[in-house]
């Protein structure tokens, strides 16, 4: 059994994970509690391998081979590196989880999420985050975001507002089903906020000695 903690982070493309990872894990060691930051599709060798054909614009991949690769990808990720980590003690933050694969494949792409579920037990051997940020944020304003950045759409962020309207609604649907893990956080205020935010809501998680 896994003896660290694992805290996730979710939301729609432009919600600002990364962005979110990056300042956390700063003052996740600042405070005393240092993290391994994680992210998926990739981490090791084959899953880094398996991101870059899942983005790639220019290839054409069925629903039910993305779930696969997805999952196969998470699968390399858990025993090589995260559940390694994890049975060390680690604190791992990971950008992005199971929760993604529920709700872009499962409800993005129809598959079903009780489906793709199953496949990702599979996958994971169970494992479960301790913790899950999720980053609240319209369609329009992900979108917004993207635009922004100036870099080229993957192959997901290509896809249209209707598609990451089912996306957010079924990240909502998670996060009744399941309060004890999920804390939403309204991801359309200021990076700072964002962060104060998410280091109260993983506040219980870390050890005493980065509480006082």
Same mark, same amino acid.
């Given at each position: 059994?896994?003896?660290?903690?694992?805290?996730?982070?979710?939301?729609?493309?432009?919600?600002?994970?990364?962005?979110?990872?990056?300042?956390?894990?700063?003052?996740?060691?600042?405070?005393?509690? !240092?993290?391994?930051? /994680?992210?998926?599709?990739?981490?090791?060798?084959?899953?880094?391998?398996?991101?870059?054909?899942?983005?790639? !614009?220019?290839?054409?991949?069925?629903?039910?081979?993305?779930?696969?690769? $997805?999952?196969?990808?998470?699968?390399?990720?858990?025993?090589?590196?995260? /559940?390694?980590?994890?049975?060390?003690?680690?604190?791992?933050?990971?950008?992005?989880?199971?929760?993604?694969?529920?709700?872009?494949?499962?409800?993005?792409?129809?598959?079903?999420?009780?489906?793709?579920?199953?496949?990702?037990?599979?996958?994971?051997?169970?494992?479960?985050?301790?913790?899950?940020?999720?980053?609240?944020?319209?369609?329009?304003?992900?979108?917004?975001?993207?635009?922004?950045?100036?870099?080229?759409?993957?192959?997901?962020?290509?896809?249209?507002?209707?598609?990451?309207?089912?996306?957010?609604?079924? $990240?909502?649907?998670?996060?009744?089903?399941?309060?004890?893990?999920?804390?939403?956080?309204?991801?359309?205020?200021? !990076?700072?906020?964002?962060?104060?935010?998410?280091?109260?809501?993983?506040?219980?998680? /870390? !050890?005493?000695?980065?509480?006082?």
């Amino acid at each position: 059994m896994a003896a660290g903690r694992l805290i996730t982070i979710e939301g729609i493309d432009g919600a600002g994970k990364t962005t979110l990872a990056v300042a956390l894990v700063r003052e996740l060691a600042r405070l005393g509690a !240092p993290a391994e930051l /994680l992210r998926e599709p990739g981490g090791v060798e084959l899953s880094e391998r398996i991101r870059a054909l899942v983005k790639d !614009p220019d290839l054409a991949i069925g629903s039910r081979a993305e779930a696969l690769l $997805y999952a196969a990808a998470r699968a390399q990720l858990v025993e090589e590196l995260l /559940l390694p980590k994890l049975q060390a003690g680690a604190l791992v933050l990971l950008d992005r989880f199971v929760d993604s694969s529920l709700a872009y494949q499962g409800a993005g792409r129809a598959l079903g999420v009780e489906r793709v579920r199953q496949v990702n037990l599979f996958a994971t051997g169970g494992l479960t985050a301790d913790r899950t940020l999720l980053l609240r944020i319209s369609p329009g304003s992900g979108r917004a975001r993207q635009d922004e950045r100036g870099a080229g759409a993957d192959r997901l962020e290509r896809e249209g507002d209707e598609f990451f309207t089912v996306i957010a609604a079924c $990240y909502e649907d998670l996060a009744r089903a399941d309060p004890a893990r999920f804390r939403v956080i309204d991801a359309s205020q200021a !990076p700072q906020r964002v962060l104060q935010a998410a280091l109260g809501a993983v506040r219980d998680l /870390l !050890p005493s000695s980065a509480l006082t």
